[in-house]
């Protein structure tokens, strides 16, 4: 169960960990899109019956499993483009400038949706939520859970593969050169705003992707579940395990939700006269400033990835220093 | 309506009081202070803890959440900031600054509750007993004559510090060029401390006046922060005068608007609609904000990006 709920942090912020701007409101807006659409495309009315549908059409899914195959795929289809598209619009404005100017206008951003989505009711159910179809309903039980594990795997072996490739890609050159420099990175001819939109786009994509399993895992959708709180969890994530690095987000995400179940059976055994989830928080506030402080590449820093291959590299320059290699 | 217009200065008083403070962590450090809100709640919680304890209404103790924020600020930017001033990059700065903010704002959840088991007192979702004032005719909420003064006179003093004295020039000097100053004498880390501890004063006593209007809890604070950055971002980022311009306009226009909305039949909780609107279109039409109309008087501080 820990995978699935890790898998949520995972494909993320894989953006982030190249595009300093650590694809912030992404994370809280985009999964949220994802999750939305689960919501919209299968229920036929909100508020108090979603519920009801839910179980329903999961009834029906238990008889049919290319139902329910069908009832993810679908979702997930709309979900990603629509969030790529949202996650470059929203950062249009603020693309050509500063990086927490963008930070700031995505934070304010996917609050608006949170707030738009919490009250326009036809949506996603204001408060109440909506309730999702369970699409593995035809399987029964311990292989249910086995297979949302292995599906949530998968995603998060894909998303980790894309980022991988793209890291050691041109493209990831590109991503690094303008977080380091975006001056110089400009004056070479890079188009320094397609580039973020492009980093925007995927990191979206990829948020959105999670938000879809996050919803089927959670079984309902609750708009206030997406808050800015949410975003800064996954930027932790990101910077305790170390940005610029593939394996950074792993790491972070490991290291939080260890924290995260810790904290959950060690409530009971601590006697203190306030909720011990704040204590919690503070001392994921008191971690994070301290990495930053103390080891700021985090505990997976970044290398030079190798874009191109060793052996090549060793053979190209091994021929041109011994004339007689062949 | 004149209800309205009496909650939209209180508001934007409030709001001025707050953005010149993250206006002012901007200048020193370049860091987006996402804690900065929570500064507001330590002056509420200091100034309600001593009006009990010591029995007096929580105007009096106006100086008490003045001092309590400044030391909190002020420790935020020993501990924290200075440190990473210069060392870490803007979004590391602000990431930061988010978990200096739960810190401090699940610090004061935690104080909270243990205030309302020592003090036998509501904690959270409490308001001040406020008191009506006959003027012109009129009644009105003494909160508003409050924080009128008192946004008054602090800016006043703020701009008298700044301009009129050798640390206030000091202040001016550190912010526009650090490294050019520190060569001239100027004891960069001393004067952006107190640039820091006047940030977290000026936000906590704003801070006071706000149980007097709505109820409030140890998160009031952050879910300020959204109408704190429009201020700033509409002023111009990286102008204390421009902040306080900003405040007004997206206080009053945030009040006033949604009041004329809801008359529409829009529902006010869209109200942050407004002011993420505010932002989007200042950075798209003037990305130098208000302070960009004036820029080539020099009236305020300005900081080279």
Same mark, same amino acid.
């Given at each position: ?18 595009f ?26 909100f ?7 839910a ?9 049919s499993p ?6 993810f795929l ?7 483009p ?5 996650g ?8 050509r ?6 930070a ?6 996917s ?32 292989l249910?859970e086995?297979?949302?594990m ?16 793209l890291?050691?890609?041109?493209f990831?050159r ?5 977080r380091?420099?975006e001056?110089?990175?400009a004056a070479?001819?890079?188009d ?5 939109a492009w ?44 940005r610029?690095?593939?394996?950074g ?10 924290f995260?179940r ?19 928080y503070i001392?994921?506030?008191a ?7 103390r ?11 190798l ?5 090549e ?14 | ?7 939209a200065?209180?508001?934007s ?13 901007l ?15 330590v ?12 029995g ?19 420790l ?19 990431v930061?600054?988010?978990a200096?903010?739960?810190v401090?704002?699940y ?9 309302q ?6 904690? !959270? ?6 008191f =009506?004032?006959?003027?012109? %005719?009129?009644? @009105?909420?003494? $909160?508003l004559?409050? #924080?009128?003064v008192?946004?008054?006179?602090l800016?006043l003093s ?13 202040m !001016? ?6 490294? =050019?100053?520190?060569?001239l %004498?100027?004891n @960069?880390?001393? $004067?952006f401390?107190? #640039?820091?501890?006047?940030?977290g ?9 706000l ?5 409030v809890?140890?998160?009031?604070g ?6 704190m ?13 421009? #902040?306080?311009?900003?405040a007004?306009?997206?206080?009053i226009?945030?009040t006033?608007?949604s ?9 006010t ?8 609107a505010?932002i ?10 208000l #302070? ?14």
């Amino acid at each position: 169960m820990e995978l699935v709920y890790g898998e949520l942090g995972l494909p993320d912020f894989a953006k982030a960990a190249f595009f300093a701007i650590g694809a912030f409101a992404v994370g809280a807006l985009t999964t949220r899109l994802g999750a939305a659409l689960l919501g919209i495309a299968w229920e036929g009315e909100f508020k108090l019956r979603s519920y009801y549908y839910a179980t329903l059409v999961s009834a029906k899914v238990a008889a049919s499993p290319l139902l329910g195959l069908t009832l993810f795929l679908v979702p997930l289809a709309v979900a990603v483009p629509l969030a790529m598209f949202l996650g470059v619009i929203a950062s249009y404005p603020a693309l050509r400038l500063r990086e927490d100017y963008l930070a700031i206008t995505l934070i304010a951003f996917s609050e608006i949706v949170r707030v738009i989505a919490r009250n326009y009711e036809p949506l996603v159910g204001g408060t109440f939520g909506a309730g999702v179809v369970d699409v593995f309903a035809w399987l029964r039980s311990p292989l249910r859970e086995l297979s949302m594990m292995l599906l949530s795997a998968t995603f998060a072996a894909g998303a980790w593969l894309l980022e991988y490739r793209l890291s050691t890609s041109p493209f990831g050159r590109l991503l690094r050169a303008i977080r380091d420099d975006e001056v110089a990175a400009a004056a070479y001819g890079k188009d320094v705003a397609r580039a973020r939109a492009w980093a925007m786009a995927l990191g979206s994509g990829m948020a959105a992707a999670a938000g879809v399993l996050y919803a089927f895992y959670m079984g309902s959708v609750n708009p206030d579940d997406f808050t800015v709180s949410r975003t800064f969890l996954v930027v932790l994530m990101v910077t305790v395990g170390g940005r610029g690095n593939p394996k950074g987000p792993l790491l972070g995400a490991a290291v939080y939700l260890a924290f995260d179940r810790t904290v959950l059976f060690a409530k009971r055994l601590l006697p203190v006269p306030f909720d011990v989830n704040y204590l919690s928080y503070i001392v994921l506030g008191a971690l994070l400033v301290l990495f930053v402080m103390r080891k700021p590449g985090g505990l997976a820093p970044e290398r030079p990835p190798l874009t191109v291959n060793q052996k090549e590299v060793e053979e190209t320059i091994g021929k041109r220093s011994n004339p007689e290699r062949a | 309506m004149l209800d309205v217009l009496a909650g939209a200065l209180i508001y934007s008083n409030l709001l001025a009081l707050l953005a010149v403070g993250l206006s002012l962590a901007l200048l020193t450090c370049r860091v987006s202070n996402f804690a900065h809100g929570d500064l507001a709640m330590v002056g509420v919680y200091a100034a309600y803890t001593f009006s009990v304890v010591a029995g007096v209404t929580p105007y009096a103790s106006i100086p008490v959440a003045f001092a309590a924020g400044g030391l909190v600020s002020l420790l935020a930017y020993l501990v924290v900031f200075e440190p990473l001033r210069g060392r870490a990059d803007l979004v590391t700065l602000m990431v930061v600054s988010m978990a200096i903010d739960m810190v401090i704002r699940y610090s004061l959840h935690v104080y909270a509750d243990l205030m309302q088991q020592w003090l036998k007192v509501y904690t !959270r979702l409490f308001m001040f007993n406020d008191f =009506l004032v006959e003027v012109a %005719g009129a009644q @009105v909420p003494g $909160v508003l004559i409050a #924080s009128a003064v008192s946004t008054v006179a602090l800016l006043l003093s703020l701009y008298m510090l700044l301009y009129k004295t050798k640390l206030g020039a000091a202040m !001016r000097a550190a912010i526009e060029d650090p490294n =050019l100053a520190q060569t001239l %004498g100027i004891n @960069v880390k001393r $004067v952006f401390a107190v #640039s820091w501890f006047l940030a977290g004063a000026l936000a906590a006593t704003a801070g006071v006046f706000l149980p007097f209007r709505v109820m409030v809890n140890p998160d009031t604070g952050w879910s300020m922060l959204l109408s704190m950055f429009a201020a700033v971002t509409v002023g111009g980022i990286g102008s204390i005068g421009g #902040s306080v311009a900003g405040a007004y306009l997206i206080g009053i226009s945030e009040t006033v608007l949604s009041y004329q909305l809801a008359g529409l039949g829009v529902s006010t909780a869209y109200r942050p609609l407004l002011t993420f609107a505010a932002i989007i279109c200042t950075l798209l039409v003037s990305p130098r904000g208000l #302070s960009g109309l004036w820029s080539g008087k020099g009236w305020w501080i300005r900081r080279r990006f």
